[in-house]
């Protein structure tokens, strides 16, 4: 007897060749998976992965009798998931701004040997305080777009200036408002006042006056790179008046009337009493 060989079954052509494109798909697939977790583990950090976390050594100031300014310490840290971007230094920018209140801002001409109120501008909101601290000269960490944006320097934290129709040149009372407040330390600009370590942790300082507005105080922490904010935080401080110079202000303002009262009392008996010690010592 002879061997014959037996053929292959033409049906199962079709099913080896489908198997093999399977297989060469689920490489395939394999490939482009690993390929696309390579790109995303060497994507470069962003600036937009970066945020600010921070915090203040008070969040409440107290004015009592003998209050005469206070230290206010802000301090926090660049909170990242990515490696620290390469494209641009990182800035830092701290604002404090006190209660906005409308400003008339009056010039003084002299008229007949005597001084005279003559033009005015009046400024629908100016802070009552204002401070701005930086990592960097001003020119290097913000620009002019971003300022106009968030309202970071003086100037732009300075709202609508309404002028009458007489008077020209308005942006000469913003900047007396400005020089002002600044000599009596209520306007503060701190360039290169903010520690920045190693692009991570920051602290800086500001002084706050003797004669602070009572009110909510708003603080404000930006990050820049390229002269462009990449993220803010944002907190608050309670300033006002405690125990008897709270009181005293209460009813001052509640009750006038009863205020006076007790202030011509006090008066009066302060006077008696006086007059009575006088004569006692002179026996």
Aim: aromatic residues 8%; proline residues 5%.
């Amino acid at each position: 007897m002879q061997a014959v060989p037996s053929r292959a079954d033409p049906s199962r052509a079709p099913c080896a060749a489908k198997g093999a494109l399977r297989s060469g798909s689920r490489v395939w697939l394999a490939a482009l998976a690993l390929a696309v977790l390579t790109v995303l583990a060497a994507r470069p950090a962003r600036a937009e992965d970066e945020t600010v976390v921070a915090g203040m050594s008070q969040n409440r100031i107290a004015i009592t009798a003998d209050f005469d300014g206070s230290e206010l310490l802000i301090f926090g840290a660049v909170k990242r998931e990515t490696p620290i971007p390469d494209d641009g230094a990182l800035g830092v920018i701290v604002t404090i701004s006190g209660p906005l209140r409308p400003v008339t801002v009056r010039r003084k001409a002299r008229r007949l040997g005597i001084w005279v109120n003559t033009d005015f501008v009046d400024v629908d909101l100016a802070p009552s305080f204002y401070a701005v601290a930086t990592s960097s000269p001003w020119n290097d960490i913000i620009s002019d777009t971003e300022d106009l944006r968030y309202k970071i320097s003086i100037p732009r934290a300075i709202r609508s200036v309404g002028a009458p129709q007489t008077v020209h040149d308005s942006p000469v009372f913003t900047d007396a408002l400005i020089r002002i407040r600044t000599a009596a330390g209520l306007y503060q600009l701190l360039e290169g006042q903010v520690t920045l370590s190693q692009e991570t942790l920051f602290d800086t300082s500001v002084r706050l006056p003797a004669d602070l507005t009572e009110g909510t105080y708003r603080t404000r922490i930006l990050l820049t790179r390229n002269r462009r904010v990449i993220d803010t935080f944002e907190t608050e401080i309670d300033v006002g008046k405690v125990g008897l110079e709270r009181a005293l202000f209460t009813l001052a303002h509640d009750q006038p009337f009863v205020y006076g009262i007790l202030s011509l009392v006090m008066a009066i008996t302060a006077g008696w009493g006086a007059s009575a010690a006088f004569r006692y010592f002179r026996r």
